[in-house]
């Protein structure tokens, strides 16, 4: 069986009177792929940015990989891959020069850097691509470069935060593609987040869905459906989380700044 690589108790966070994630409690095998879903403003990114280094939590414990985010965020950073939502890459530098400083910000030792740099980007299909400026990349060959980019320091987690938003259903399937692929062969745990309910039943062994800022189901996506007696993820997440109109969790401003703030503390 394997061990947990994410461990979740008790956390909280309050900003002010306002409690946006509350006492919410979850845990995630090693090499699993864990969707964690929920309406806009339901908690889900300030999970994720609690998970990531990027707040300190009210109260509560946290584990990624054994560490402790508020006290081994360098551990807990040199853990993980991350692709926001929102676009990160420098588009006024080629493709390679994108991964080769990433490369250098995650200190990948200049023996290996060449060489995981090719292939990674074979693997994503965009060696060909090395030389051309980001500028120039459609939609979707920057999200695979971003991916590619994330799993330069070789991640024990891949955290993704609406990875095929905006994408073309081909696009997707063959990000999912490799996604899946690295979580069998190589044990990555992916940890993601979507608003594709189609796409989470097909993918994730596990679904856990954050409303109000609380847990209110955690488990396979047939064990919710067998729940909720309905007959697609969808329909046991609108079950479980109602049918209102949520407004945004938070701006893509942001999710972009606090991005800056993560790298600049490398």
């Known amino acids: 069986m394997n061990e947990n690589i994410i461990e979740v108790s008790g956390l909280t966070k309050r900003f002010g009177d306002l409690v946006a994630v509350n006492d919410v409690a979850f845990t995630v095998t090693a090499g699993e792929i864990f969707a964690f879903l929920g309406p806009n403003g ?54 390679y020069e994108n991964m080769e400083f990433h490369a250098i910000l995650y200190k990948v030792s200049p023996a290996q850097r060449a060489k995981k740099i090719e292939g990674l980007m074979k693997f994503v299909e965009l060696w060909d691509r ?34 095929t938003l905006g994408l073309d259903p081909q696009t997707r399937n063959h990000i999912w593609s490799y996604l899946n692929d690295l979580s069998k062969k190589d044990g990555v745990t992916v940890f993601f987040t979507t608003h594709y309910m189609e796409e989470a039943e097909k993918i994730a062994a596990r679904v856990a869905i954050i409303d109000h800022g609380r847990i209110v189901a955690c488990d396979s996506p047939a064990g919710l459906k067998s729940k909720t007696k309905t007959s697609t993820l969808e329909e046991a997440f609108l079950n479980l989380t109602g049918h209102e109109i949520r407004d945004e969790e938070a701006t893509g401003a942001d999710r972009m700044r606090q991005h800056r703030q993560m790298w600049a503390r490398r």
């Open 42 to 95: 339901a908690g889900k990114s300030t999970t994720i940015k609690m998970l990531t280094t990027l707040l300190l939590p009210t109260k509560g414990k946290i584990l990624i990989d054994g560490h402790d985010p508020v006290s081994d965020q360098d551990a807990v950073r040199r853990s993980f891959g991350i692709v926001f939502q929102d676009p990160s890459l420098d588009d006024e530098l080629t493709a």
């Open 130 to 163: 090395k030389d051309g400026l980001v500028k120039t990349f459609s939609g979707g060959m920057k999200r695979r470069l971003e991916i590619a980019r994330g799993l330069l320091h070789d991640p024990r987690i891949f955290f993704l935060d609406e990875p």
